[in-house]
């Protein structure tokens, strides 16, 4: 069994009121996603993000970008996979997530029981997720794909108690998604609400692509920023949005 090590982290960070940076590669985009790497390697330690996430909504496959990024960098590679075939024991952690705003069996449990005995015996670390989609003012692939109704964004009593009730049902994190791409970003009030609802970490992305936005969505209440698409087109970026966070 691997250390806890990726928990340990986010929960230090946590007692400490700093947010952490993660970036989330999409397996899909190999060459983007290794260029995006190649960015991060003469990057002082400060201009670098905390976390690795490596998943997506369509993606078949991720072990060959996660061997390339753990060959390339020591930053924590955390799977944050969109189907079972996403899953390696390469990773550092695994997000087991359950989709909460979602009718779908097999996004509640189902595909959590395809890869539980191969997850076990690999000894990852597990972090227990629930996940919850927030509208983003758009059509993202991640709603698509999991046909799930997203909340709106401005509902911050109902979403904070569907995290509380992951909480209660002994999940180690609550993420708030608006999708890759979204136009808007989760609000800071809706964020603050469910932040104050819980005690285990929250994690916060989608429609993140402006320092001011990841710096507003720290200062709300997220313990983890995921930002993925914007950084996927300007990986040149990173180091400025890592700093900034980290200065802050």
Known sequence: MKPHIVYHTILEAQAKRKTLLAVLLDPDKVDMSQELIMHLLHAEPIARPDLIFIGGSTA??????VRFIKHHTTIPVVLFPGNPKQFTPQADALLFLSLLNSTNHELLIG??????????QSGIEVLPMGY??????NQTSVVQV???T???NTDGAQIAQYA???QLLGK??????AGSGARTPIPPSTIQHVRKTLSIPLIVG???DTIERMQTAAAAGADVVVIGNYFEHNPQMIPHFAKALHQS
Do not use: R
């Open 111 to 120: 595909q959590h029981i395809q890869v539980a005995q191969q997850v076990h």
């Open 164 to 166: 509380l009730a992951a």
């Open 60 to 65: 078949s496959s991720s072990e060959s970008l």
């Open 172 to 177: 180690q994190l609550v993420y708030l998604e």
């Open 150 to 152: 997203p909340f709106a």
């Open 206 to 208: 989608g429609g993140i």
């Open 132 to 137: 919850i989609l927030v509208d983003g003012g």
């Open 146 to 148: 999991t046909h799930a």
